[in-house]
């Protein structure tokens, strides 16, 4: 007997992972028809073989909130994708450090610190 309720909870873990991968890649289909192959943080544009790391976010984080327009989403590579969803862990952490302590970056080098500056002279 307990047999069987492992195979029919396999059978349902199945059907609930075909599911999201279904509604998983119709989205993205339709993001990706929709929109630009740029990410829409970092500007890197994909195509070919790359263009797998290329996701779609969801700016109100609800994968289910998918509208024809693609109004709720925006494409982003996996790096600023998983950032994106890092920053409001960040954020929360900042908001838990203890009164007492001290507050400092959590990060000492910023890759993107001057880019504005160099910008602005590259165009000059």
């Known amino acids: 007997m307990a047999e069987?309720?492992?195979?029919?909870?396999?059978?349902?873990?199945?059907?609930?992972?075909?599911?999201?991968?279904?509604?998983?890649?119709?989205?993205?289909?339709?993001?990706?028809?929709?929109?630009?192959?740029?990410?829409?943080?970092?500007?890197r544009e994909f195509e070919g073989k790359k263009l797998r790391e290329l996701t779609v976010h969801h700016r109100d984080h609800n994968h289910d909130n998918n509208p024809p327009d693609g109004s709720n989403w925006e494409l982003?590579?996996?790096?600023?994708?998983?950032?994106?969803?890092?920053?409001?862990?960040?954020?929360?952490?900042?908001k838990e450090v203890p009164t007492g302590r001290l507050e400092k970056p959590s990060l000492s080098?910023?890759?993107?610190?001057?880019?504005?500056?160099?910008l602005k002279t590259s165009s000059d």
Not at 18 to 33: F, T
């Open 4 to 43: 069987s309720k492992k195979e029919q909870q396999n059978q349902i873990f199945s059907r609930l992972h075909k599911e999201e991968q279904s509604r998983q890649s119709g989205y993205r289909e339709r993001a990706l028809k929709l929109f630009p192959h740029v990410c829409a943080r970092c500007v």
């Open 76 to 94: 982003l590579c996996l790096y600023c994708h998983d950032h994106e969803h890092t920053r409001g862990i960040q954020e929360q952490r900042d």
């Open 109 to 118: 080098h910023s890759p993107f610190a001057a880019l504005k500056d160099h």
